[in-house]
């Protein structure tokens, strides 16, 4: 069992700029590519970013690309999410998770096993 444990979130006006982290509770974190998801109240989660296990491969939504960075720490066991730019529209609670032994980055959901508590994002104009 992995726990993951996000921080980072907050309040921020357009324009400004957040970092989320996610801490796992693993000695193996080189072996699960990471994701960063978003989910507001009574929608569907959806894909914001993704980290293969080494890190060298990355994917992002295009709704935030150019604008968000994931990247990794396995010495760390954490993965962050450098959000820059925020509009109001990405206000959500967003959610990390680890997918054991994905071969690559991925979009979908059921491609992770664990998955954190959220931590809220809410960007006012």
């Known amino acids: 069992q992995v726990q993951l444990v996000e921080s980072g979130g907050g309040s921020v006006q357009a324009g400004g700029s957040l970092s989320l982290s996610c801490a796992a509770s693993?000695?193996?974190?080189?072996?699960?590519?990471m994701g960063w998801f978003r989910q507001a109240s009574g929608k569907e989660r959806e894909f914001v970013a993704a980290i293969s296990r080494t890190g060298r491969t990355t994917d992002y939504a295009d709704s935030v690309k150019g604008r968000f960075t994931i990247h990794r720490d396995n010495a760390k066991n954490t993965v962050y999410l450098q959000a820059n730019n925020l509009k109001p529209e990405d206000t959500d609670v967003y959610y990390c998770?680890?997918?054991?032994?994905?071969?690559?980055?991925?979009?979908?959901?059921?491609?992770?096993?664990?998955w954190g508590q959220g931590t809220q994002v809410t960007v006012s104009s």
């Open positions: 998770a680890a997918g054991v032994r994905l071969g690559a980055p991925s979009r979908q959901t059921s491609a992770y096993n664990y």
């Open positions: 693993t000695r193996a974190f080189d072996n699960y590519a």
